[in-house]
């Protein structure tokens, strides 16, 4: 059984960081990409950074880079993604999702991803 549970989610001041933690389990780590998408309320899923292992690729959104990282701990089946520098317009439901074919392209299409975690919050006050 495929699963997905995000972590790491919380209040953080404006200027601050958090560290968002998504544990996979019941496929091959190595051979998905794993992608990390955020949801504003009002507004639509949006892909914020993405990693696969299969290819040797990161990817950042250019309303991140620069300010978040993304990294995997292999061993522990974790993929993690350090925010620094939030602002309240990075406020939102951080999900994390599976993509089977290792794939992870800029724009990060939502239809490639096959499986998703049920989110974590992420509230930024000024």
């Known amino acids: 059984e495929v699963q997905i549970v995000e972590s790491g989610g919380g209040l953080v001041q404006s200027g601050g960081s958090l560290r968002l933690s998504c544990a996979v389990s019941?496929?091959?780590?190595?051979?998905?990409?794993i992608g990390w998408f955020r949801q504003a309320p009002g507004k639509q899923r949006e892909g914020v950074s993405c990693?696969?292992?299969?290819?040797?690729?990161?990817h950042y959104e250019p309303s991140v880079k620069g300010r978040f990282a993304i990294s995997s701990d292999n061993a522990k089946n974790i993929v993690y993604l350090q925010m620094n520098s939030l602002n309240p317009e990075d406020a939102a439901v951080y999900y994390c999702?599976?993509?089977?074919?290792?794939?992870?392209?800029?724009?990060?299409?939502?239809?490639?991803?096959?499986?998703w975690g049920q989110g974590t919050h992420v509230t930024v006050f000024p």
């Open positions: 990693i696969s292992k299969r290819l040797d690729i990161t």
């Open positions: 999702a599976a993509e089977y074919f290792g794939r992870c392209t800029a724009g990060m299409p939502m239809t490639e991803y096959d499986y």
């Open positions: 019941g496929f091959t780590f190595d051979d998905y990409a």
